[in-house]
């Protein structure tokens, strides 16, 4: 299976901060990476798919970047309702593996 | 809009099946293209791929819970099931399904609200 890592594993930020979130591949992965954010007790949200494309409906004040085994998610600009765990996934080879979440939480 | 909704068994007594159905609404299953995927996430974790079957019935499986595991789909209900065998106090997690797409990159564009399953005598 390929492992993801993402780090930080949590961080404090206060809002209109900006925050970057890194998430490496145990092998190349060209550019099949996605992002979700979750919030508790909900069901992940679609974010961003393949490194830096945004799904519809999301804020511009997200990105994302990266190919081949490291990639990045930052918020420009943080919100309220931007304070949750944020998950990577690789969806280049099954099992389609996740990283073990970062939590962005309120300083 | 595309919806899932998992079925809610609650408990599950150790050593047996884990069954789970879920209904999908505004978009069909038949469909190529999209993925029909069941992910878990143990209280407090991560989350885990378990697998998928494709519109062609065609299925992957994580490897981890090969032995176990079977996904399989209903068509006519426009639904699709997973059946973990042989459960243990570690299957205790909230189950999702849901539905992954190619033009996404494979990516998972729409979830379902969960079901929490609790392996307990």
């Known amino acids: 299976d390929i492992q993801m890592t993402q780090s930080p594993s949590s961080l404090s930020a206060s809002v209109g901060d900006s925050v970057t979130i890194t998430c490496r591949s145990s092998?190349?992965?060209?550019?099949?990476l996605n992002w979700y954010q979750q919030k508790p007790g909900k069901a992940p949200k679609f974010l961003i798919y393949?490194?830096?494309n945004l799904q519809s409906g999301v804020p511009s004040r997200f990105s994302g970047s990266g190919s081949g085994t490291d990639f990045t998610l930052t918020i420009t600009g943080l919100q309220p309702g931007d304070f949750a765990t944020y998950f990577c996934?690789?969806?280049?080879?099954?099992?389609?593996?996740f990283g073990q979440g970062t939590k962005v939480e309120i300083k | 809009q595309v919806q899932l909704q998992e079925s809610d068994p609650g408990l599950v007594k150790p050593s047996q099946t884990l069954s789970l159905t879920c209904t999908v609404s505004?978009?069909?299953?038949?469909?190529?293209?999209?993925?029909w995927s069941w992910i878990r996430q143990h209280p407090g974790k991560g989350l885990e791929w378990i697998g998928y079957?494709?519109?062609?019935?065609?299925?992957y499986y994580n490897p981890s819970l090969k032995s176990r595991l079977t996904i399989s789909q209903d068509t006519s209900k426009n639904q699709f099931s997973l059946n973990l065998s042989s459960v243990t106090a570690a299957d205790t997690a909230v189950y999702y399904c849901?539905?992954?797409?190619?033009?996404?990159?494979?990516?998972?564009?729409?979830w379902g609200q969960g079901t929490l399953v609790t392996v307990s005598s």
């Open positions: 849901a539905r992954g797409t190619a033009d996404f990159g494979n990516a998972i564009d729409f």
């Open positions: 505004g978009a069909s299953i038949s469909s190529g293209g999209y993925y």
């Open positions: 079957i494709y519109y062609s019935g065609n299925t």
């Open positions: 092998q190349t992965i060209t550019s099949y």
């Open positions: 393949a490194a830096s």
């Open positions: 996934q690789q969806s280049y080879t099954p099992p389609y593996t």
